[in-house]
């Protein structure tokens, strides 16, 4: 076995050329619940500007957070627990196709896990060898009456909740990005195991173990009441050997290699006894150094002794996540949130959006601003207010260039029944970069069915972009892709390509027409050469908005 590479030093000062952690200019809360407390902790700028401890959830101690959060009420929540009541069992499934894998999970997790559980699970893999077998981690946590007090405060408040994360599954990012931080190269160090152990104030002891990256066992022990150092770091110790020997029924092997992170205050680093554990490489870190490491700013100080402030700061600013898991309430308050936001866009873009539609689409069912003077009497109002708002906007990482389109429609339709937004939200999962949406033409026609039931029907024209796409063949290859998907998903209707400019027009396998009498795009006039055409027409579908994506 390789020589052991012990580190007890601090992280070292950025050097010119260093690649740090950057995020976006955003504000965040990060409510960090366990056993012992919760620690609600703000981000800004990507530095913590407050942290704020409380014992239990009772009123006073929720008033007191509730007045933190009121501060700043855009700012979203997450809710991050580290506490006793979880459970993972590792199981496996036959290798039915990708499409069905999600819904026999769901049956497991049903199964095997109470009703009132919030779960959800973490696709593994497959196994290369044999039947290629589904791996997957199933993942439980009890709704005590505890935990309910705090999932029922953060479903209450105006900051948008958005979701719930478990340390144990999310330390997967967080020893990616020590590992990085370290210097560690992307192959690691060739340890097929590593421990990632933190010291936690409202919670205790949390163990995770990760078999080449991934979570495969995680345990927490809880204060022992004791506060002697010699005597908490000896308990460090004989927690972490014990997970050894469980872990060796897991096939743990020390000869395949061990790398351990431990992160402990510094009146605990000195007294871990390093020689008791067979690792390949072993990284004793305080909660400071984490956080240099890390590149969090304001997250703790030199003396600070838990690790629950650098771990809620690093999994709320991470863009990706593990495993999210929600409730039945907190995914209707995520869509009301998705409708409010589409309104705010097309509030956003009503003074341009009413010119486009004034000249171009004066015959529209809506008649939305048909009076030219009116325009120009309030177009400087709605710039400012547009401009304002788009600032707003902004700030919550809504690309609103990219929405355009999707703004026009709402906004000339946000008076009606129907709504375009359904039928927009199903076209975008299909039509996907690198394909790009430039512009969206929407119409109604009103007939009569039988019974002199109304039968509206719709006529949607997209010009897009195919940017990269040179050739014919790589045209004719992504294309057919599209529209065999989107034939798929508006059965009934009909989809064709109206319009392929001449560098692609040997293109007789799609369906393509060229009928005059197609309605055209606002720009289309001033269409690039390079631009294609799609149409599609048929029922309007049922007004209704598109629901989140939920946990597998």
Not at 197 to 217: A, M, Y
Not at 226 to 247: D, F, H, K, R
Not at 421 to 443: C, D, H, L, M, N
Request: charged residues 25%; aromatic residues 8%; glycine residues 6%.
């Amino acid at each position: 076995m390789p020589a052991r590479k012990n580190q007890t030093e601090g992280p070292p000062k950025h050097k010119a050329g260093h690649k740090r952690f950057k995020f976006g200019p955003t504000s965040k809360f990060v409510l960090f619940v366990g056993d012992e407390g919760a620690i609600l902790v703000y981000i800004k700028d990507n530095t913590v500007q407050n942290r704020q401890f409380v014992s239990d959830g009772n009123a006073e101690n929720l008033k007191e957070l509730e007045e933190s959060l009121a501060q700043d009420v855009k700012a979203p929540l997450l809710l991050v627990i580290d506490n006793m009541d979880q459970s993972y069992v590792q199981q496996t499934l036959p290798p039915v196709s990708p499409l069905s894998i999600n819904k026999l999970i769901k049956r497991r997790l049903d199964r095997d896990f109470g009703a009132n559980d919030i779960k959800g699970a973490i696709m593994l893999g497959r196994e290369k060898t044999g039947r290629k077998d589904w791996n997957f981690l199933m993942v439980a946590l009890e709704k005590s009456p505890q935990l309910s007090i705090w999932i029922d405060f953060v479903s209450g408040l105006p900051n948008r909740f958005q979701g719930i994360y478990l340390v144990a599954t999310e330390a997967e990012i967080i020893v990616k990005n020590l590992e990085h931080a370290m210097g560690v190269s992307k192959e690691g160090t060739g340890s097929e195991w590593k421990f990632f152990i933190s010291h936690n104030k409202v919670g205790g002891v949390r163990q995770v173990v990760l078999r080449n990256g991934r979570l495969i066992f995680t345990r927490m022990a809880q204060p022992i009441g004791e506060s002697s150092p010699e005597v908490i770091a000896g308990n460090i110790e004989q927690e972490i050997l014990s997970t050894m020997e469980y872990i060796r029924r897991l096939s743990f092997n020390p000869q395949s290699g061990l790398d351990i992170y431990i992160v402990v205050s510094s009146a605990l680093k000195p007294l871990i006894d390093q020689t008791k554990f067979e690792a390949r490489s072993m990284h004793i870190l305080t909660p400071y150094e984490t956080a240099q490491y890390l590149d969090i700013e304001g997250a703790t100080q030199p003396t600070d002794q838990f690790g629950d402030v650098v771990l809620a700061a690093s999994i709320g600013r991470s863009k990706k996540h593990i495993l999210t898991l929600t409730t039945a309430q907190s995914r209707q308050y995520d869509q009301m949130h998705q409708i409010m936001v589409y309104q705010r866009i097309a509030a956003a873009a009503l003074g341009v959006g009413a010119i486009v539609y004034t000249g171009a689409l004066a015959h529209d069912i809506y008649h939305v601003y048909s009076k030219k003077v009116e325009l120009e009497e309030t177009e400087m109002f709605r710039q400012k207010t547009m401009e304002s708002l788009r600032a707003e906007i902004k700030k919550s990482n809504v690309d609103i260039e990219k929405s355009g389109d999707l703004i026009d429609l709402y906004q000339k339709l946000q008076k009606e029944d129907q709504t375009p937004v359904p039928f927009i939200a199903k076209v975008g999962t299909i039509i996907k970069r690198p394909i790009e949406i430039k512009t969206i033409s929407w119409t109604l026609d009103e007939t009569k069915g039988k019974g002199n039931q109304s039968a509206p029907k719709m006529t949607a024209v997209f010009t897009m972009g195919f940017p990269g796409v040179t050739t014919i063949d790589a045209f004719k290859i992504v294309s057919k892709k599209v529209l065999a998907e989107l034939k798929e998903a508006f059965k009934g209707c009909d989809v064709q390509f109206t319009k392929v400019p001449p560098k692609w027009s040997d293109s007789e396998k799609l369906d393509i027409s060229f009928d005059a009498n197609q309605p055209k795009p606002a720009d289309a006039n001033n269409a690039n050469q390079s631009d294609v055409e799609l149409t599609i027409k048929g029922e309007v579908l049922p007004p209704t908005s598109p629901q989140p994506a939920s946990t597998p």
